[in-house]
Structures are given as C-alpha cells and as structure tokens.
C-alpha cells in the first residue's frame, strides 16, 4: 500500500522500521519539527525523523496542518492510508478524508480507557493491571475511533513507564501490519468503542512532578514508576550547602511508619502519609542516575531526616 507514516518519538519507530520491512510504499513521513534540546540547545530532529531521514525517505515536519496549503500537498500524496504512531499535532477532517482507506492510530491502551497523550504514565500511576495496544481507524474525535485490533499486555508490579513502552512497543509492528493486510484483502472489522469508562490521559504536567509525602505509599509509588525515566518524580533533599533536587526513578513499598517525609532509615526508606517506600534508583539533579547504594555512598542520608513539604501549587 502507499502510505504516510505520521509519527515522532522512539516508541513510533518500530512501526515505521516493520512497515518498510513489509514493502510499502512510503510516500513521505510526517513528523514535530525539530526542538532545541541539550545543554547547547541546538535542534535536535524527533527519532522518527533521524530514523527516516537514515532510510532516505522524504520527511515533512509542519507545526500545524491547519492550513490549506499543508493539506493540499498530502492530499497530493494520492494515499491508500496514513499511519498514526505518536504523532502529537490534530489532523483536520481534510487530513483524515484524503487517504482512499482512511488514517490508522495506534495507541498505547485499552480504549476507551486512556484517550490522549499520556496512557503509559496515566494507566501505571492509577494502578492499572492491564493495557495493550490497539489499532483504531481515526475520525474528528480524540481518540474515539472504531478500534481493528487489539493487543493486551499486563502490568506487572515492578515495571516503571520506560519497561512498559518498551513491552508495548513490541506489540504495534506485528499488529499494524496485520491491520494493513485485513484493509488490502477488505476482511478488516471495525469495532465501536464503549460508550462507558472513557477516561483521559492527560500530557504530564510539570506541576505534578514533585513527590507529595503526605500520599499514601502505594500512591507515591505507582507515581515514582509511572514516571520513570521520563519526567521524573522528585523531592528535595536538604544538604549542608541548602536542598538540592533529586528524582526518583525506582521504588517499592516499604515498612514503617513516620512523619511524612521522614527517612526511616539510612538507606532511603521514607514514610508517606500511610506506609513507606524505599528508593531504589535516584538522579541527583546536574549528575547521572545511580542506584541509591551507589548515591548513598556520596551523599549520605542518616534516618531522621525530613524532606521539605509540597505545597498546594506542587513547588
């Protein structure tokens, strides 16, 4: 099939890689434009478009395709379909209509649970058992398209945000080209979403990042893995020199009891507003991610210690 491949992070990359595999056509891939990024701050292309760039296929990065001008030229792309994979800009109506058999998402959940831009973070941080990827033909709506295909994968206690994309990334090429495949032979099957338990996965606002010891433990830690490695939930740590940043980017449930905030030991054992979790892996803020042994061993942390509180605003 000729197709567009519409995509911009590591997670879309697979599916790109597997679609090429499989011998379509790939007409152009669209992508978000190039961002400063790094301590230089120089423009740094999506993973998408590196990728696509090393296949020598053509790549586009508009920041909107709103206007007429941007749909006309994909529309002149004579598409059978467009692929959907992270993509992060709305496609208008005349986007979606142009392709013979339409644009194709694939998204990281269950739908209805977990519409919009965050669903591995969101569906870790509520506690979530379950979720998957699932193949679903686009219209106007937010994620709210008939679903062709589904693939579950489980939750596992331990995993954080990065371990679960990772999973689920290996379960988009299979079954993206499977929908392909179904749509080209006219045996795809197109199914309704529930009109119950829709629920939204909001973009992770930097707001929330900080650690609220007042939680319960199992709160604070399905937060810690659900956002690991990326943004990274954090606290301060009060040091000679004044309080210095540090993420957390691995727990588990601990035992104990204390004030919240209050180390309970000397090897990062901290209680929350109910029970207590123990850090696993640390990144103090300007140096590497380290287990907390590994930290510890530079910067001690005796029990007894209060971390300052969150306030209202999260700062």
Not at 22 to 27: E, L, N, R, T
Not at 38 to 66: C, I, N, W, Y
Request: proline share 9%; charged share 20%; with cysteine.
């Amino acid at each position: 099939m000729r197709l567009a491949f519409m995509g911009s992070p590591a997670f879309a990359v697979p599916v790109l890689a597997a679609l090429i595999e499989a011998g379509h056509d790939i007409a152009c891939v669209y992508s978000q434009p190039p961002r400063p990024s790094g301590r230089g701050q120089a423009d740094r292309k999506t993973p998408v478009h590196a990728f696509a760039e090393e296949r020598g296929l053509m790549v586009r990065t508009p920041r909107s395709l709103k206007k007429s001008d941007e749909q006309a030229d994909f529309a002149a792309l004579d598409l059978d379909a467009a692929v959907v994979v992270a993509y992060g800009l709305i496609l208008p109506r005349a986007v979606l209509a142009a392709p013979r058999f339409g644009c194709l998402n694939l998204h990281a959940s269950l739908l209805p649970r977990w519409r919009g831009a965050a669903p591995i973070q969101r569906a870790l941080m509520a506690g979530d058992r379950v979720t998957g990827v699932q193949v679903m033909q686009m219209d106007e709506g937010l994620d709210t398209g008939p679903v062709l295909l589904t693939a579950t994968a489980p939750i596992e206690p331990d995993d954080t945000a990065g371990v679960l994309h990772d999973r689920l990334a290996l379960l988009g090429p299979p079954l993206m080209r499977r929908a392909l495949d179904d749509i080209a032979a006219g045996r795809a099957v197109a199914t309704p979403q529930p009109a119950e338990g829709a629920t939204y996965a909001a973009k992770i606002d930097p707001a929330e990042t900080r650690i609220d010891w007042r939680r319960p433990a199992r709160e604070v830690d399905l937060m810690i893995r659900g956002l690991s490695p990326s943004p990274g939930a954090w606290f301060l740590l009060p040091t000679e020199r004044g309080p210095v940043r540090v993420k957390a980017l691995d727990s588990r449930l601990g035992q104990g009891a204390g004030a919240p905030g209050e180390t309970l030991d000397d090897a990062l054992l901290i209680a929350c507003g109910e029970g207590a979790v123990r850090l696993l892996t640390v990144q103090r803020e300007g140096r590497g991610v380290t287990p907390a042994d590994a930290f510890l061993r530079g910067t001690a942390v005796p029990a007894g210690v209060v971390l300052p509180p969150r306030d209202a605003t999260g700062a």
